[in-house]
């Protein structure tokens, strides 16, 4: 609680990092202003405060999301006039990582594609488990061809909105995958992914990923990390040498927006759009309702810097498809 002609001011005061507070406070001295939670002052004057962006204007700035408020550079941009134009919701063509009932989720592909276009997308991604993860249900290679007939025949009744042919394919611990080469030909996007071997060295689980991304039907890494917040620490990995094996290959890395996830994060966002790389947001859904969490996803691009260019979710359905035919 706080008085009208603050409110501004503490909003900016107790929104982002502290280190974004103190750099920007710096700015203030040189030009004869004093910033806190109660205002912007010159000398014993108080020239705003009352909103936000009074704070940023006063020192000749343009207003900085909260997304952006951790001393990443954020004040120079403004200072430049360069900062972001941060990815939006209303830019999300679709969700690229959701499983059905034909592995461990729990809806029928009609269903999604009800949900996806009720969600105002355009396409969701059908990305079930393959045949190795047997916890999951995973699909072996005949009842994925299955499922792609059932895919198109569900589109042929469909107006505005697809369901895509996807799988999420498993990284073995050799780094070769869990399909064949034919069947992964036939796939609208193919999701390469790690759910075994977290504790190998290093080296190798980076091996695997990178081995991963140079089979030509690879078009996208899921969870990059492989975390799970509160629960599993990353496995340890070359996010570098990761990156620089993408933008070489082509290949997306993946804003897992499942909130357990949350992976690739906030700063791996970022090395990755230096980098050149695509990202990709799926909510890896495995009820309907869970695809709100491509909120999170948003979100998490946002803290990263990222603009509706550096998102595959933000292609139409045709394009997406062709990009990922030139993976």
Not at 101 to 118: C, F, H, N, T
Not at 250 to 254: A, S, V
């Given at each position: 609680?706080?008085?009208?002609?603050?409110?501004?001011?503490?909003?900016?005061?107790?929104?982002?990092?502290?280190?974004?507070?103190?750099?920007?406070?710096?700015?203030?001295?040189?030009?004869?202003?004093?910033?806190?939670?109660?205002?912007?002052?010159?000398?014993?004057?108080?020239?705003?405060?009352?909103?936000?962006?009074?704070?940023?204007?006063?020192?000749?700035?343009?207003?900085?999301?909260?997304?952006?408020?951790?001393?990443?550079?954020?004040?120079?941009?403004?200072?430049?006039?360069e900062l972001p134009n941060l990815l939006a919701r209303s830019d999300v063509n679709g969700d690229l990582h959701v499983h059905s009932?034909?592995?461990?989720?729990?809806?029928?592909?009609?269903?999604?594609?009800?949900?996806?276009?009720?969600m105002g997308y355009q396409y969701v991604a059908i990305c079930d488990h393959s045949k190795s993860l047997k916890i999951a249900r995973?699909?072996?290679?005949?009842?994925?061809?299955?499922?792609?007939?059932?895919?198109?025949?569900?589109?042929?009744?469909?107006?505005?909105?697809?369901?895509?042919?996807?799988?999420?394919?498993?990284?073995?611990?050799?780094?070769?995958?869990?399909l064949s080469d034919e069947i992964l030909s036939h796939l609208d996007v193919v999701i390469a992914a790690i759910h075994t071997g977290f504790k190998q060295p290093r080296e190798r689980i980076t091996t695997r990923i990178l081995l991963a991304m140079q089979n030509p039907h690879v078009d996208i890494i899921a969870h990059p990390t492989g975390r799970l917040l509160g629960t599993r620490e990353p496995y340890e990995v070359d996010l570098d040498r990761v990156m620089e094996m993408a933008a070489q290959t082509?290949?997306?890395?993946?804003i897992n927006a499942y909130h357990e996830r949350l992976d690739l994060n906030d700063t791996g966002c970022m090395r990755a759009k230096e980098g050149g790389v695509m990202i990709s947001i799926g909510t890896d859904a495995h009820h309907p309702e869970q695809m709100w969490m491509m909120d999170l996803g948003v979100a998490v691009a946002r803290r990263g810097w990222l603009e509706k260019d550096d998102i595959l979710n933000c292609l139409s359905a045709h394009q997406l498809i062709g990009w990922c035919g030139e993976a």
């Open positions: 609680m706080v008085e009208e002609e603050c409110y501004g001011a503490a909003l900016q005061y107790f929104t982002g990092s502290k280190p974004h507070n103190i750099r920007l406070r710096s700015v203030g001295p040189a030009k004869g202003i004093k910033i806190n939670e109660y205002g912007v002052f010159r000398g014993e004057r108080r020239i705003g405060g009352r909103e936000e962006a009074e704070v940023y204007t006063a020192l000749g700035l343009i207003w900085i999301p909260p997304e952006l408020r951790e001393d990443r550079g954020e004040i120079k941009a403004a200072q430049r006039g009932s034909w592995s461990d989720g729990s809806s029928d592909l009609d269903e999604i594609a009800r949900w996806g276009k009720s995973g699909l072996v290679e005949d009842v994925l061809w299955r499922q792609m007939d059932e895919i198109d025949r569900i589109n042929e009744r469909l107006d505005g909105f697809r369901l895509l042919k996807g799988t999420e394919v498993d990284i073995l611990p050799d780094g070769t995958l869990d082509h290949t997306g890395l993946e």
